[in-house]
C-alpha cells in the first residue's frame, strides 16, 4: 500500500489523460459524456481518487514489497506531444519571457532505428520519482501503528510537496485547456531494459530543451525516510525547473523571431547616429554661418570699383 500509495499522489496531480499508447499512460476526466463514477482510497488517512489506469502496477509492487530485495521503483512523468500538428511547434519560455524552439523531430541527437533512420522525439520527460526499500534491519522493530503514524504524515507532505513544482502549474494550465499537449506517466523498474525502446523515442530529463541550458535546469528533492518492519522507504525527486511548455504557430514563431532580428539590427544603428550627433554638437563648429555669406565673399560690383579705371 506504500507503494500505491505514492503512484496515486503523483499521478492524480500531473496526469491530464487516460489513453495509453507508446509506452506511457494519459488520464482523461471522463469517457465521451459518460458518467464519472468516482472510487476513493482512504490509506494512510488520505482520501483519494482511486484509478484503474495504475491497477497493474500496483498488483505487481504489491508482490514485490515483500521479496528480500525490492528493485527500485521509478515513476516518470512526461510530455506528450504526439498531437502536435504539422504546423504547431513547441516552444519554451526562457528566464527573459522569449520564445525558444524545443527540437522534438530527433534529427540531431536521436538514436538511429535499425534500418538507419532517425527516431523521431516525441516525449520529454518532467520529473522522475524513485522509491526505494533498503532491508537495514533497525533495532527496536517499529510497530505498526507508528509506522502508519509516521506514513501519514509523510504522505501528506508528498501531496503538498506536489502542488509547488513547477510541473504543477503546466497540469493546471493543461487540464483548463482543449490542449494538445498532455502529461503521462511510467511506472517501471528502474533503468529496466524492457523499457530501453520506449526511452530511445523521448527526451531524457537531464537533456537540456533549449540553448544556454545547464545542469541548473535540473533540482532535487529528497524525503525523510519511513522506518518499517521490512526496511526503510526512501523517495526522490528529480525535476525540470522550468516547465513553461506553450505551442505556438510555425509562422507566428517564425515572424517573432524576424521581429526580435530587426529591433537587434536598427538598435545598434540609431545608437551610432546618436554618439556621432553628440560629438558634433561637443567639437568646434567650422561650418560657416548662411547669413554671413555676404560678408565673406564680395559682390562683383564692389570688386569692379575697387580697381582703377583705365581707358
Known sequence: N???KVIQIVILARVTHTDTHGGITTRKGSL???????KTSKWFNLELEDLDIYKEDAKFWRSMAITDSPPAMLVELLLDTTELSSNQMLV???EDNRKNRVDISGSSSAPETPLGQPRTRRNIILESWSLTLSNVSTDPVPEAPVVYKKSIIFFRSLYAYMRLLPAYQLYRRLRRQNHPL???FRVSRGHSPEESMFRDSEIGIEVPLIEGETRSMLSEYRFGQVETPLGSFSLKVTYRSNCEFHVDESEALLSSKFIDMDENYFTPTIVTHSQESMKSTNRPSMDVNINNM?????SPIGMLLSFPATY
Open 92 to 94: 519554451l519560455m526562457d
Open 182 to 184: 498532455k502529461i503521462g
Open 294 to 298: 555676404d560678408a565673406l565673399i564680395p
Open 2 to 4: 506504500f507503494y500505491v
Open 32 to 38: 465521451r459524456g459518460a458518467p464519472l463514477v468516482k
